[in-house]
């Protein structure tokens, strides 16, 4: 069957934000950037971080522009900070878990010699994407500030102390892991240190300045590559590193790993302008930069659960987590966390994030710090869109577009051996999807996951539009993907039994491999199809292969429900562990629910078999990015007490001091779960994946309390929410494209709704709880005196007796003390919704007949309680009838 999607459209017109007064709809204002953020949120710490790997992977404060990935250590005999460069990229056939790929590109110490210190304290503060270290010797206070600049493309550092003539250092920056595979030399001149080599297998040439600028004092430079400042009042160092790498499909396209670089420009005179440019500003208009580029990204979005700012380090917050020791500012602070890690990490014309952002500090990277596409890549970008930072996914659209034509070979490969017959001879055969790829290279296809990781992809293009709603983005950007990534699958996939299914088909790192038809493969084939439709309709289309995607669209069967009532992983299982491993970390049958479209609260059925397959994979990995994953599955099933229990585990057993998170206890950092805990968390609080915008859907009883604000939903509506005692007291949704707004919330058609200037809002209800309205883009729509909700108790234990002599199954189950009567409803096979069988049942048993019983080889039965008030349960017990 065809899934249809409810797609409104949207027209684009200038955005105007409003504001909505707390005590009532008064006179509307602007929302700047600074009245989102109210509460500070910061990392801080009594101690320097340890001067080791260790340290570095627990404690040492992460910053970042894209150009650059920084770990500050703030020590105080000597400050070390350790530069990635993501293009500095070595190879080698190593195996196991470190390998040589992405290289460690600058360890920067700053000799101070300050060792009777007292009153230290080392800070990031997330609001403003700065970080300080300030402590007092001798009766001088001294200070530290640092920060990252996209804007002018260097880092800076100020030191400071608060009487004149103390400022006194030694800058020496050294190139790490020098040797057979890197090349390189330190010099120093005037106010300038240079750092400059190669990496010898792809020859790329790297460089990094380093200015000095004092205020007061004597400077000197050495023959050792050093610049010692003495008895200055102030001094301010400016870093600025590049490589010869560029976004280019030659990168690609070459196969000799010395000539992918061949003809770019030495970066010697890029990375000398860049600090030509910056070093003629003051700090102050530096800062000045880098505070309105990164807080016009960091405040519009807040998250606030009314907890204080604790008084102890952030260090004993984490291990106080466990225990309840600490406050739920941890869980505040770990949601803004992922969004400011990537800030750092993703930026318009930079690499995007890979399998630890944009920090590494080994000559041999965990897996070599590549990109993943089966999970890890998407992980990075889970929180892009519905966190409000949807022009940071164009740091992927430009790495996407230098390994495509890449992948349009490999397609025709792939076509030419496993269905040579839909072979286009010319080579119109699509872009098939990568499983591993690096700044340099993406091999062919790997058994580990199937060819679904390309219409996942694509499934990062459709929400880049359908979260924004511009309509030359999705022309110019998004549909030439989705298009191409289709025609790729449409000739990919072969007619087995009546459905089109992809062989060879993997599901994402289970052992089972090279099968036919896996979930994962099929429902991001159907995810992508119907997207690239949809865009087609928009777009006023008509593309020759589009009439083929439509026709097999349905023949895709994204969608198989085992005996056990779960979401089947293979085609082949029956009951949920018959294949594979049963609590594996990728739950990849369940891409269709999260982040997918596929499953929703239109597909009911389907959903329970979701919360099935979820149950049955249990709480037993210990995976950071798995746990994140959960989080969202679960919000999406409306579970929000066990997604808050998966964000609870991942911030109590997997996030160290520094809030990295460690992927499985060795420590070993991964950026993916961090990203992905803020996409979790912000399921929670906003879901719209069925173009309903539904805010609060999982919401845990420990969140009683709070708000939000900035959270974006499909259809480009920005939606803020207040909540206590558990009930919605308010929301505001600034509709920045225009077109119907379909909203839902428990009574929500029985509160006061009005325009932020206070004018009435006419609006269409479908149900005390589903609302539209035909919005104007710029108004803000604002909600409240919402009637409180009190939900109703389903029933449990759903039971059945079969007797096929008589065509009959009797059901019976316990009561609900809110019960009335009781509706039955069963879904057959694979079904999508269930059908209702009988309403107002009076009594805890109800008979089933049928005539074609024993036609029917599986069904799942439901039933709910209704209400005096005839409010039907939202659960419902359920059971499954296989025929014997």
């Known amino acids: 069957m065809i899934i249809k999607y409810r797609l409104i459209s949207f027209v684009h017109h200038l955005l105007m934000v409003m504001i909505f007064n707390a005590t009532f709809f008064v006179v509307a204002q602007d929302v700047t950037n600074t009245d989102r953020a109210t509460k500070t949120l910061r990392l801080w710490y009594d101690k320097p971080t340890p001067d080791n790997d260790k340290g570095w992977v627990n404690r040492s404060i992460p910053m970042g522009n894209g150009y650059m990935g920084v770990n500050i250590f703030g020590g105080i005999t000597t400050e070390r900070i350790q530069i990635t460069e993501n293009s500095l990229y070595d190879w080698g056939e190593d195996n196991g878990l470190k390998r040589r790929g992405l290289n460690n590109f600058a360890e920067v110490y700053i000799d101070f010699n300050h060792k009777n210190t007292k009153a230290y304290k080392q800070e990031l503060n997330l609001n403003k994407g700065v970080s300080y270290v300030e402590y007092e010797e001798e009766g001088v206070k001294y200070s530290r500030e640092y920060f990252t600049s996209y804007p002018d493309k260097v880092m800076a550092i100020r030191l400071s102390a608060s009487k004149k003539g103390k400022v006194s250092f030694t800058l020496r920056p050294k190139i790490p892991f020098l040797g057979v595979g890197k090349s390189g030399t330190v010099s120093a001149k005037g106010d300038i240190i240079t750092l400059s080599g190669m990496m010898n297998y792809y020859k790329i040439k790297f460089e990094g300045q380093f200015k000095v600028i004092p205020q007061g004092g004597t400077m000197k430079a050495t023959n050792s590559g050093t610049i010692t400042v003495a008895d200055a009042n102030s001094a301010v160092i400016l870093i600025a590193i590049g490589t010869n790498y560029k976004l280019d499909s030659q990168v690609f396209l070459t196969e000799d790993p010395a ?452 959270l974006l939903a499909r259809g480009n509506f920005e939606v803020s929410a207040k909540w206590s005692k558990g009930q919605a007291d308010s929301f505001e949704v600034l509709s920045k494209s225009g077109g119907t707004l379909a909203f839902r919330y428990p009574n929500v058609a029985n509160a006061i709704i009005k325009t932020a200037e206070g004018k009435k809002v006419d609006f269409k209800a479908k149900d005390s709880d589903h609302i539209s309205i035909k919005t104007v883009a710029g108004q803000t729509y604002v909600i409240n005196a919402i009637p409180e909700y009190v939900p109703v108790m389903a029933p449990s234990k759903l039971k059945m007796e079969s007797n096929l002599a008589e065509n009959q199954i009797q059901l019976s189950w316990s009561e609900s003390k809110d019960a009335v009567a009781y509706n039955v409803y069963r879904a057959v096979g694979n079904a999508a919704d269930y059908e209702q069988l009988a309403s107002k049942v009076k009594e805890t048993s109800f008979v089933y007949k049928a005539s074609d019983l024993k036609q029917t080889s599986q069904m799942t039965f439901k039933v709910t309680a209704v209400r005096s008030d005839g409010r039907e349960s939202k659960e419902g017990a359920t059971t499954i009838w296989l025929l014997p």
């Open 259 to 710: 000539k992918k670089l061949a003809g770019f420009p030495d970066p010697h005179d890029k990375v000398s302008n860049y600090l030509k440019v910056a070093s003629v500003k003051p700090y102050e208009k530096l800062l000045a930069n880098h505070l309105a580029d990164y807080t016009k990204l960091y405040n519009r979005v807040n998250f606030d659960l009314g907890a204080a700012e604790p008084t102890m380090p952030t260090n004993d917050l984490v291990d106080g987590y466990p225990t309840g020791k600490s406050s739920k500012y941890l869980e505040e602070l770990a949601f803004q966390y992922g969004r400011y890690m990537l800030i750092c990490s993703s930026r318009k014309g930079t690499l995007p994030p890979h399998l630890q952002g944009i920090w590494n500090v080994y000559e041999k990277a965990p897996w070599s710090s590549q990109y993943l596409h089966d999970t890890n890549v998407q992980m990075a970008y889970a929180p892009v869109f519905s966190a409000n930072l949807p022009e940071l996914f164009e740091s992927y659209v430009d790495y996407f577009k230098t390994f495509e034509p890449r992948q349009r070979l490999y397609a025709t490969e792939y076509i030419k051996q496993y269905n040579k017959t839909q072979l286009d001879s010319k080579g119109d055969n699509g872009w098939s999807g990568p499983f591993w790829s690096s700044p340099y290279t993406v091999p062919g296809k790997s058994p580990v996951a199937g060819f679904g990781t390309g219409s996942w992809i694509g499934l990062l293009f459709w929400d880049y539009y359908d979260f924004t709603r511009n309509e030359s983005l999705l022309a110019d950007k998004v549909y030439p993907v989705l298009y191409e990534q289709a025609n790729f699958v449409s000739r990919f996939v072969t007619n087995t039994n009546g459905v089109l299914l992809a062989n060879p088909s993997s599901s994402p790192e289970q052992k089972i491999r090279n099968t036919v038809g896996t979930t994962f493969d099929q429902q991001m084939f159907y995810e992508n199809h119907h997207n690239t439709v949809k865009a087609a309709e928009i777009l006023k289309r008509s593309d020759s292969r589009l009439a083929t995607y439509k026709k097999q669209l349905p023949l895709l069967d994204p969608i198989q429900i085992g005996k056990s009532g779960q979401i089947k992983e293979f085609r082949q299982e029956n009951y949920f562990d018959d294949m594979g491993d049963p609590n594996h970390r990728h739950a990849s049958m369940l891409l269709g629910l999260y982040p997918g479209q596929l499953i929703n609260d239109n597909t009911p059925a389907w959903l329970d078999a979701a919360k099935v397959s979820l149950l049955k994979r249990d709480h037993k990995t210990n995976i950071g990015w798995a746990r994140a994953e959960r989080i969202a599955m679960w919000a999406r099933v409306h579970d929000g007490e066990e997604a808050y229990s998966f964000y609870k585990e991942l911030l109590g057993e997997n996030y160290m001091h520094n809030l990295f998170n460690d992927h499985r206890g060795d420590p070993l950092f991964q950026a993916d779960a961090n990203y992905g805990a803020t996409a979790g968390v912000a399921e929670m609080l906003l879901q719209s994946q069925d173009y309903v915008v539904a805010p609060l859907s999982a919401m845990p009883k420990e969140w009683a309390e709070g708000s939000y604000s900035g």
